[in-house]
């Protein structure tokens, strides 16, 4: 028997179906390696490559998000005050917190319809044990947040264990958990919480002192940078291409520049708002989770491919339960913050366009509809562009409907790029 040559070119008579993709793969370079050898030409370079396989990232809604600022201001000189941006910043969170779940739900290429509704239900019972009841604080605080992840766990019970449709799960979810809500609420509809209790101060409390809007913005900073060198290290030490000094310096001075002005919009109307900072917090250990564990990697790999996650030995039913469990649980976490800004428990909790709201929040971020592209940062942008729309239009003084419109236009084109987007890496070989 003869051997067989591996490493021989391909017959000349040989038809390749798509002679752009197979070129893209023989000269794709590691953009690390890439910088490294080019340097500021490397960062061109793969800037065009990015653009040129469809592969945007977050530009579309930074750039997007520029625009809405700068339309905006030139409408109100308000808009881009002190005020409104930590006004915007804390009002952002509730919705966002609800958006990092929805995250996790759609790198698995699925929906959750129930998020408004679990969101309700969380601050409807914190106020029911707390108030009504006379439970502790942190008790019910704990509770509260639980009951958004057994609702979730159950939809993923039914979605992974079942096999019922994700989309007809959670949206019986919805009804039944709206209906659950209003009837733990009982007939007066409206419990108010105490404005110097734990719930309240989610969204009311500011750290005054300057040092701690500053003293965050270093401790981001010096994080980044201390994260990226020694990642670069690793890589050195592995023989893996990494990112130069240089170019780690570079990043980290940006966003040094970014956190110490966001810092100094804090300092110079309340200060820094335990919202945000608990906002960053979670963004920081969600998108850990998903980029720097084997959890993760798991998620991402069942986005990609059911099929090929389960011949690679994951388990798929467990991991869909826990995402959906996730899920209910930021919603649950989202509702509290919600609650805390009416600093009450309502009838009208999780409905109207939170739903919408939460799920465009993630999808306008850069988080693909079809699974397996995301990261929980995303929800931080989106939630950014659609609050501050909402504000935008607010200080115009232009009614609700109009809000709607624009949102969901907004909406459609971000899933239009994202269509497109898939499209062109799909052509380019990428996807």
Not at 133 to 150: D, H, P, Q, R, Y
Not at 164 to 182: D, E, I, Q, R, S
Not at 340 to 363: E, F, P, R
Request: net charge positive; hydrophobic share 55%.
């Amino acid at each position: 028997m003869s051997s067989i040559d591996k490493t021989s070119t391909p017959p000349e008579d040989h038809v390749v179906e798509n002679p752009e993709a197979a070129a893209a793969a023989v000269t794709a370079v590691d953009p690390r390696l890439l910088v490294r050898e080019q340097g500021l030409a490397g960062y061109i370079s793969e800037f065009k490559r990015k653009m040129k396989a469809g592969d945007l990232g977050s530009i579309p809604v930074v750039i997007g998000l520029a625009i809405i600022w700068i339309i905006f201001q030139s409408l109100n000189s308000n808009f881009l005050t002190a005020g409104n941006l930590s006004d915007i910043s804390v009002a952002m969170v509730g919705t966002g917190m609800i958006a990092v779940g929805i995250v996790f739900v759609l790198l698995l290429g699925e929906i959750d319809l129930s998020v408004g509704s679990v969101s309700g239900v969380a601050g409807a019972s914190f106020a029911v044990l707390n108030v009504t009841n006379g439970m502790s604080e942190w008790l019910a605080f704990v509770l509260a947040i639980l009951t958004g992840t057994a609702a979730g766990a159950i939809h993923g019970f039914f979605f992974a264990k079942i096999g019922v449709p994700a989309f007809a799960v959670t949206l019986a979810g919805l009804l039944f958990w709206n209906g659950f809500m209003l009837k733990i609420l009982g007939d007066n509809g409206t419990i108010n919480l105490d404005s110097d209790g734990l719930v309240a101060k989610l969204t009311s409390y500011y750290f005054s002192d300057v040092a701690a809007a500053y003293g965050l913005a270093i401790a981001a900073t010096a994080l980044f940078f201390l994260s990226s060198f020694y990642g670069n290290r690793r890589r050195e030490a592995a023989g893996v291409p990494s990112r130069p000094l240089s170019d780690t310096i570079l990043r980290t001075v940006l966003l040094a520049i970014v956190s110490f002005a966001v810092a100094m919009v804090y300092n110079s109307y309340k200060g820094l708002p335990l919202a945000v900072v608990l906002f960053i917090a979670v963004l920081l250990l969600t998108d850990f989770v998903l980029r720097r564990t084997a959890y993760g990697r798991k998620v991402f790999a069942l986005g990609g491919s059911v099929e090929a996650s389960r011949r690679a030995g994951i388990n798929v039913e467990m991991i869909r339960i826990s995402v959906f469990a996730i899920s209910g649980t930021f919603a649950a976490i989202g509702g509290l913050f919600i609650a805390s800004k009416i600093a009450s428990a309502n009838q009208g909790a999780g409905a109207g366009d939170l739903l919408m709201n939460a799920i465009a929040a993630a999808v306008i971020g850069g988080t693909s509809l079809f699974g397996g592209r995301g990261r929980t940062w995303n929800a931080l942008l989106g939630v950014l562009v659609i609050v501050s729309i909402q504000y935008g239009l607010a200080l115009e003084g232009i009614a609700s409907p109009v809000q709607y419109m624009i949102t969901g236009g907004v909406l459609l084109a971000t899933v239009v790029i994202d269509a497109v987007t898939r499209k062109t890496q799909k052509t380019a070989g990428r996807a």
